[in-house]
């Protein structure tokens, strides 16, 4: 079993930064690419950044210069760093991380996290 914990969402004023970070843990052999989604209400759930296990990054052209994906391989996290802030970043934001787990088998899965708000209003 594996699970994606996050922190960190909550209330800031247009402009303001807030740090989310996510943690795997579990039965976790390999950890390949992590992200970050976030789905705003009534819309589809979209790609904000992913992050290779080498380090490589990709971003959704709404958030390019103004977030930045990281991980620690190490701790199994991946953080994501929002900086201005705008309205219409409010969204709940889920973690996302495609694992090999370890079983007989060794089966790669997408596991998602349990979202966390962010709210940007002033």
């Known amino acids: 079993q594996v699970q994606l914990v996050e922190s960190g969402g909550g209330l800031v004023q247009p402009g303001g930064s807030l740090r989310l970070s996510c943690a795997a843990s579990?039965?976790?052999?390999?950890?390949?690419?992590m992200g970050w989604y976030l789905q705003a209400p009534g819309k589809q759930r979209e790609l904000v950044a992913v992050?290779?296990?080498?380090?490589?990054?990709n971003y959704a052209d709404s958030v390019k210069g103004r977030f930045t994906i990281s991980r620690d391989n190490a701790k199994n996290t991946v953080y994501l760093q929002m900086n201005s802030l705008k309205p219409e970043d409010t969204a709940v934001y889920y973690c996302?991380?495609?694992?090999?787990?370890?079983?007989?088998?060794?089966?790669?899965?997408?596991?998602w996290g349990q979202g966390t708000q962010v709210t940007v209003s002033s």
């Open positions: 992050i290779e296990t080498g380090g490589s990054t």
């Open positions: 996302n991380a495609r694992i090999t787990i370890s079983t007989p088998t060794n089966p790669l899965l997408n596991y």
């Open positions: 579990g039965s976790i052999f390999r950890i390949h690419a």
